[in-house]
Structures are given as structure tokens and as C-alpha cells.
């Protein structure tokens, strides 16, 4: 008799411990994530922004993917992070087109460096946008390392022409 009542708890305990409290919790943690960062916190972040030279926005001007990567950092600037909800391998496509159709005047190891940078912050902040457990901070971290990549990125194109332009004699 005591085994059946022992079981009858056990039963009941189980039942008891079974909720769908974790689930609720991950709709709430998703929600937040939305409003987890704004567009005022991303304002706040302190980093040097270069912007092109109108020189370099020429040459680039044919070079689709970097237009495409300058319209997602205007958009995570604006706290909207639609570029990587939308399509899962827009970060995908992206980083592999921006490689391949590179002008061959801005075609340089440095500038190749800085876009492996700038493909490294994108599929970091991808990465950390999609966690439940990204924290404010964190989210606001991966957005800078990000916005700091693609300033450099353009501060090396700017650098890139500027050096282009410079007729150095050298001596004999």
C-alpha cells in the first residue's frame, strides 16, 4: 500500500514540476530583445567615424556589395536589425560578394585585411543578435567593434587613393 501511495506522489510531483514557464520566459526574453538596444544607446557609443572621400565614393560607386554593407551599418545605426532577421544568409551572401567584386583599384592587402575585419564584426554581431541570452552591453559591444570595422574600412580606402595620388621621387 505504501508503494502505491509513493507512487501516486511521485506522479503527482512530476505533473507538479511540469510547467511551461521556460517557454514563457523565452517569449518574454525574445520580446525584450526587440527593445533590447535603441537607437539613442547606439548614438552613445564613442568610436572615430570616417566617412569616404568623394574620390573613393567614385571608384566605389560601381562595387554593389559595399552599398549593400553601407545600408545595413545606416541601418543598425538605427537600431534596425532587419538585415539579419530577414534572410539567414544575407550575412552569408554579402561577405562573399564583397570580396569577390572589389574594384581592382581598391584591390589592396590592406583593404582586403579590413574587409576580413568587417566580415568577422558582421557575423559576430549576427551571432550575438541572435542569442536569448545577449545582454544589453554585450549587443551594444558587437555593434561598435562593428561600426568601428567598417570606419577603418573606409579610412583604409581613403588611405589607399591618398597614397595612389602621392608622386614620390626617390633618389638614385
Known amino acids: ?40 544607446d547606439i548614438e552613445k557609443l564613442k568610436y572615430i567615424e570616417f566617412s569616404l572621400d568623394p574620390k573613393v565614393e567614385i571608384l566605389a560607386e560601381p562595387w554593389q556589395p559595399y552599398e549593400q554593407l553601407q545600408t545595413a551599418i545606416e541601418n543598425i545605426k538605427k537600431a534596425n ?24 583599384t581598391l584591390k589592396t592587402q590592406s583593404v582586403l585585411s579590413r574587409i576580413t575585419i568587417v566580415e568577422n564584426m558582421l557575423y559576430k554581431l549576427d551571432d550575438t543578435h541572435e542569442m536569448h541570452t545577449t545582454t544589453k552591453p554585450e549587443l551594444a559591444e558587437a555593434i561598435k567593434n562593428l561600426l ?22 626617390r633618389p638614385n
Request: proline share 2%; hydrophobic share 40%; glycine share 2%.
Open 148 to 169: 568601428v570595422s567598417y570606419s577603418n574600412l573606409n579610412f583604409q580606402l581613403n588611405k589607399k587613393i591618398e597614397k595612389d595620388g602621392q608622386r614620390i621621387v
Open 1 to 40: 500500500m505504501t508503494l502505491r501511495v509513493l507512487n501516486i506522489l511521485s506522479f503527482c510531483f512530476m505533473v507538479m514540476a511540469c510547467n511551461n514557464k521556460p517557454q514563457q520566459n523565452a517569449e518574454v526574453t525574445s520580446e525584450n530583445k526587440v527593445s533590447l538596444i535603441t537607437e539613442a
Open 81 to 104: 536589425f532587419s538585415f539579419f532577421e530577414d534572410n539567414e544568409q544575407a550575412v552569408f551572401e554579402l561577405v562573399k560578394e564583397l570580396r569577390k567584386a572589389i574594384p581592382d
